[in-house]
């Protein structure tokens, strides 16, 4: 069973460029989500998507962040324009259900570097 | 709120030395609690969970147990490999909750 992709892996910007990150999350996965990892931390939620709707982007920077996910299969992230403190790695994820207990399935992640 | 306090690293443990990984967590409800694992250069994978308390997770050798009141799911294996070196973050899910809370993650090197 092929993994979720995420590309691309690595990419460095300056500081008030923009930058997309693209995901394909597991096949027939209903639920995909987009966190951040910042050096140090644990990954936090940024986007929930269920099919091609929103269930939850409470943290979502919604000033300079936004995402979309097309057809309910592939989902992009962009940052526009991008700050210093936007350097993280940034995590698509996808499950079966979004419910309790469901089981969550990482891409390797996009590391972003803003300078 | 849900937070998710885990030990500090980084942890160093010779080859077959036991790990204990402490965790402990705040939620409401009744959570769901994870152990993920990162390898180097690979993306975040379950290793263990518990849905409910007194539930023992375990794979791969690790183990975790549900402490409902000491609210507490400490990572523990008897004999650490070389290839366990990797990052391990704890996790809840609360009720009614769509996503995972994260730890700050421990690193684990183990040396031959």
């Known amino acids: 069973e092929a993994g979720v992709a995420q590309s691309p892996r690595y990419k460095i910007i300056e500081k008030r460029q923009s930058v997309a990150f693209w995901c394909n999350p597991i096949?027939?996965?209903?639920?995909l989500y987009w966190y951040q990892q910042i050096l140090g931390q644990g990954p936090k939620l940024l986007i929930q998507?269920?099919?091609?709707?929103?269930?939850?982007d409470s943290q979502l920077p919604k000033d300079r962040f936004s995402a979309e996910r097309l057809k309910g299969v592939d989902s992009t992230l962009k940052i526009q324009p991008a700050k210093l403190e936007d350097s993280a790695v940034y995590l698509c994820?996808?499950?079966?259900?979004?419910?309790?207990?469901?089981?969550?399935?990482f891409g390797p992640g996009t590391r972003l570097t803003v300078l | 709120g849900n937070s998710v306090t885990q030990m500090e690293g980084p942890v160093t443990l010779s080859e077959e030395a036991f790990l204990t990984i402490n965790c402990t967590y705040t939620?409401?409800?009744?959570?769901?609690l994870f152990w993920y694992v990162q390898y180097p250069g690979e993306g975040l994978q379950l290793l263990l969970k518990?849905?409910?308390?007194?539930d023992k997770g375990s794979n791969k050798g690790f183990e975790a147990t549900y402490r409902k009141e000491t609210t507490s799911f400490h990572l523990e294996k008897g004999s650490v490999q070389v290839s366990d070196s990797a990052v391990y973050f704890c996790?809840?899910?609360?009720?009614?909750?769509?996503?995972?809370?994260f730890g700050t993650g421990t690193r684990l090197t183990v040396i031959p």
């Open positions: 939620a409401t409800g009744y959570p769901s």
């Open positions: 096949s027939g996965h209903a639920t």
């Open positions: 996790a809840l899910l609360s009720t009614g909750a769509n996503n995972l809370f």
């Open positions: 518990a849905t409910k308390a007194d």
């Open positions: 998507f269920q099919n091609n709707g929103v269930v939850d």
């Open positions: 994820a996808s499950s079966s259900t979004g419910g309790q207990g469901g089981r969550s399935f």
